[in-house]
């Protein structure tokens, strides 16, 4: 307990962002820095958005290891159908990884300005280009 009364007593500061974000200023590309935007949203909107985010990275790490995994185990398949499989998965984690932060951003921004969220994601892509790798895989199982 006195630890606690310690910690309360020594914290004078009620502005909770670090002072270099506090004076507006705007980052490389000229634009304002995203915690100056808007107002600050709930806590659990701004987690979830985060969450989502991961997500995407954990898809785009996923992807290349999972291409790279059929391009140099499936020995017993001709390496021409092999790459048909693998270098999709590749270019999809790529194309993922693109897309993941920015549209993190634009959720962001539009939570912190009360905004509707936009539609845009990066889900219709990352599912056909699935659909299309399973049934290249398919083909290369059956004509094997």
């Known amino acids: 307990m006195p630890t606690s ?10 502005d909770p962002k670090p002072l270099a974000c506090r004076g507006g200023e705007p980052d490389r590309a000229g634009r304002r820095r995203l915690e100056d935007v808007g107002e600050e949203p709930d806590p659990r909107f701004t987690l979830a958005n985060e969450r989502t985010f991961l997500a995407w990275t954990r898809t785009a790490l ?25 270098v999709p998965l590749i270019v999809m984690a790529g194309v993922i990884g693109v897309m993941s932060y920015p549209r993190w951003r634009a959720l962001e921004r539009a939570l912190r ?4 969220l936009p539609y845009a994601s990066p889900a219709a892509p990352l599912g056909v280009g699935i659909a299309l790798v399973a049934v290249a895989a398919v083909v290369v199982l059956v004509t094997r």
């Open 5 to 14: 009364r310690v910690l309360e007593s020594s914290s004078p500061r009620t």
């Open 62 to 86: 996923a992807l290349p290891a999972t291409g790279l995994a059929v391009a140099q185990l499936l020995n017993s398949v001709p390496r021409a159908a092999r790459m048909v499989i693998s």
């Open 113 to 116: 300005l009360s905004q509707p």
